[in-house]
């Protein structure tokens, strides 16, 4: 119940929407279809309607542990009560319906092959479309690996199956991994085109009283214990390919055999955020997965991992499904043409009026060599910034030596653009606005650079609601650490309500253990 809460998907569940029309995915150790959170029967049933065993090639996905059952039920699995002891409130789209897969062998429950998460896939995609139903997100909450950027390239038919799910817009979603990384996440969660997520805790943590272990024999292991709610746990793996972050611990799962078990870890991460995405598309049924994707990005509480700086958003589903903010994405993936004569454009219409105050840039940009580009948002009134004039990737490389990957995160709070995004300040932010990418440089890189989306939020220049006159004094901090792994920096704007006379202002920054003179 704390996870729902946590990601505002009661609030969503208020207004009427629980994935009613769509579907999901759920390629894993299989289902057990029989437990009264998931339909009590055999397929079909009232919550799955389709299953396959691509791992021992049968039609039967019974689970062959308990994995899939538990993802399946945090996603859209609904709410049952044994006893006023035992209760499970249901998944985050308890009425989106499931296509079960399971991609893992008996013999050995708990890997998978490829091919059959490939095959699963496919399957996936062949039937996007049933009675009631659209399919809108593939949950992948396994993996393996260490990766520090996009890592399409280790697996062709793997990208291409992942490819073609999101062009004919269905997400994938994946877990990050939980060995404790602090610079890299798991394939499949590190692919361009899948939303990969780590995890935090739903509650204050208290005292664990345990240690959770990072590899098979526990050699390595991390404690938990009196972690604030929305902590990143300590076992989940983060790194800049990460996208989103959405609660795990404790989390309360449906269990093989028809009861319910603790469940956790990034796979439940990866859960929540697969009903998220079932929650938005019967919201909105012409959302692309990479505009949804976006989407949750810039309307995220942001979260920071102490352990890497890094700041992730938390899935707010309250604000991302209801917001009125000036926020517009471009999810259609292209490649990006190399050559000065044509730079590569997207467009995207922002409808809301009002003056430009603040705005956030999301892009991801795959090319392989960076340092090639120009990337510049263009106003409405032909106003440029150059967010990227020719610089390093987002990733760092395995040896150190270099940075690759493409141009991937958000402008300028993660990424430092090359010109002030203060240039557009004060301008009209409804009409077109424009993302140039060039590529001059005429190599055949353009085989494997693609725009996959862009986002951009403006925030409305607003007066304050008082006059500052004299000298005032305000407290504030700038990039100072605070308590449970915080860190607070200050905005600070001088606002002039004149358009015509300058006034003078003078801005002194004193610190706590000074006098001011």
């Known amino acids: 119940r704390e996870g729902l809460d946590l990601i505002g998907a009661d609030i969503v569940h208020d207004l009427g929407f629980n994935g009613h029309g769509t579907a999901v995915a759920v390629i894993d150790t299989g289902i057990d279809y029989l437990h009264p959170t998931l339909g009590g029967a055999t397929i079909p049933n009232a919550r799955i309607v389709r299953g396959l065993d691509t791992a021992d090639h049968d039609a039967d996905p019974m689970d062959c ?20 002891q035992r209760r499970f409130a249901g998944g985050v789209a308890p009425q989106a319906k499931i296509l079960a897969y399971k991609a893992s062998p008996d013999g050995d429950c708990g890997s998978f092959l490829q091919s059959a998460v490939i095959e699963a896939i496919e399957d996936a995609i062949l039937h996007r479309t049933g009675e ?51 610079a890299a996440i798991a394939a499949p969660a590190c692919f361009g085109q899948v939303i990969g997520v780590g995890s935090v805790w739903d509650t204050d943590s208290g005292l664990v009283g345990y240690s959770f272990c990072l590899d ?42 028809g009861q319910t078990t603790d469940f956790g870890g990034s796979s439940g991460a990866a859960a929540y955020v697969t009903g998220s995405l079932a929650l938005l598309r019967q919201i909105n049924p012409e959302l692309t997965p990479m505009e949804a994707r976006m989407r949750l990005q810039l309307l995220g509480q942001p979260i920071l991992d102490g352990r890497n700086g890094l700041v992730r958003p ?89 940075r690759f990957g493409g141009v991937w995160g958000s402008y300028p709070d993660e990424l430092e653009p090359y010109e002030s995004q ?4 004060g301008l009209d932010r409804s009409g077109i606005w424009t993302l140039e990418v060039s590529d001059p ?25 008082t006059e500052l006159t004299g000298v005032v004094t305000l407290p504030v901090v700038a990039h100072q650490d605070g308590a449970h792994d915080t860190r607070w920096v200050s905005d600070i704007r001088l606002y002039n309500p004149s358009i015509t006379e300058a006034v003078e202002a003078r801005l002194v920054l004193v610190p706590a253990d000074a006098d001011g003179n």
């Not at 280790?154 to 490819?163: D, K, R």
Request: proline share 6%; glycine share 12%.
């Open 65 to 84: 542990g308990s994995h899939g059952t538990a993802v399946a039920s945090v996603i859209a699995g609904s709410s049952y009560q044994w006893n006023p």
């Open 132 to 182: 009631g139903y659209q399919l809108a997100a593939i949950n992948l909450s396994l993996g393996g690996g260490s990766f520090m950027g996009p890592c399409d390239a280790i697996s062709p038919s793997y990208t291409a199956a992942i490819e073609a799910a999101s062009q004919l817009g269905i997400a994938v979603v994946a877990s990050t991994g939980n060995q404790g990384e602090t």
């Open 216 to 257: 098979p024999d526990c050699s390595s292991h991390c404690d938990d214990s009196f972690r604030p709610a929305r902590a990143v746990t300590c076992y989940s793996n983060s790194g800049p390919a990460m996208d989103l972050l959405a609660p795990s611990e404790y989390l309360r799962a449906a269990l093989a055999g």
């Open 314 to 402: 938390l899935v707010d589903l309250a604000r991302t499904s209801g917001s009125v903010e000036a926020i517009a994405a471009n999810g259609h993936s292209r490649t990006i043409a190399e050559g000065d004569e044509s730079p590569n454009r997207s467009t995207i219409s922002i409808v809301d009026g009002g003056e430009v105050g603040s705005d956030r840039v999301v892009l991801y940009l795959r090319h392989p060599d960076p340092s090639e580009l120009r990337v510049s948002l263009i106003a409405p009134d032909g106003t440029t910034v150059t967010l990227h004039e020719h610089g390093v990737g987002s990733f760092p490389h395995p040896n150190g030596s270099s």
């Open 422 to 425: 203060g240039a557009v300040s």
């Open 441 to 465: 440089v005429q190599n055949g890189s353009s085989a494997t650079a693609r725009l996959l989306g862009w986002a951009l939020k403006i925030d409305e220049r607003r007066p304050p609601s």
